[in-house]
């Protein structure tokens, strides 16, 4: 199944820069465990660039029991259930599991086509 066949363009254009958000801010997670926050590494100045301004966002409706550690994993948290349950209800179309979204679909067919 390609990409978009059952996928509404609007769907992949909202779904696509929110399915990078999110795998950023996990990866900014996942990388803040082994390198120190405020690196002056490129990826990790790039990570804190992305993902810093929208955890400055929702850190308002943070609970208190989230550290500043765990607060990009919350907002990766919050960017798949905007992805898998309120954009294909708002723009009208089915998401049945993680292959179903759209930037996860073209990881998993990259990795299939090219055996890794």
Request: charged fraction near 15%; glycine fraction near 6%; proline fraction near 6%.
């Amino acid at each position: 199944m390609l990409m978009g066949e059952d996928i509404p363009a609007l769907g992949i254009l909202i779904d696509l820069p929110l399915g990078i958000l999110m795998w950023a801010a996990v990866l900014r997670f996942l990388l803040s465990i082994v390198i120190q926050e405020d690196s002056r590494m490129p990826v990790m100045r790039f990570l804190n660039g992305v993902v810093m301004p929208l955890v400055n966002v929702i850190r308002f409706f943070t609970p208190r029991w989230v550290i500043d550690r765990l607060a990009p994993l919350y907002l990766a948290f919050w960017l798949l259930i905007l992805r898998y349950y309120v954009g294909p209800l708002a723009i009208g179309y089915d998401v049945n599991g993680f292959r179903d979204m759209s930037i996860e679909n073209l990881l998993i067919s990259v990795w299939i086509d090219y055996g890794l």
